[in-house]
């Protein structure tokens, strides 16, 4: 009896562990979204929309994807390699989750021969 009680609290800790996690992740993509929305200056907003790919995880894959394209044309616009190569690795890691495992691996391949 006392062992069940325990793997109950246990998981009842678990839980409400990630309840907390999810609702502290939201904020933090809101905020770089809105931040996002206000910022014109293109390495400032590249810098942004990557900080918010960094977030993958917890983003909509449709959302993951918009975002790390429009940082990818940003990043090519001002030639940055580095900031392109990262927008690249969003872009695979959606293709990736959505099961295109092709798609991604090209990508993976090309950014690897660079």
Sequence with gaps: ???ALVKKIGLLLVWMAAVVAVYAQTPRIDSLKMEIARTADPGARTALLLTLCSERNSL????LA???TEARGLALQRKDPIRTSLAEYYIAFNLMT???LDSSLKIAERELSR
């Design 1 to 3: 009896m006392g062992g």
């Design 60 to 63: 909509n894959p449709d959302t």
């Design 66 to 68: 918009k975002y790390a």
């Design 98 to 100: 959505r099961g295109l």
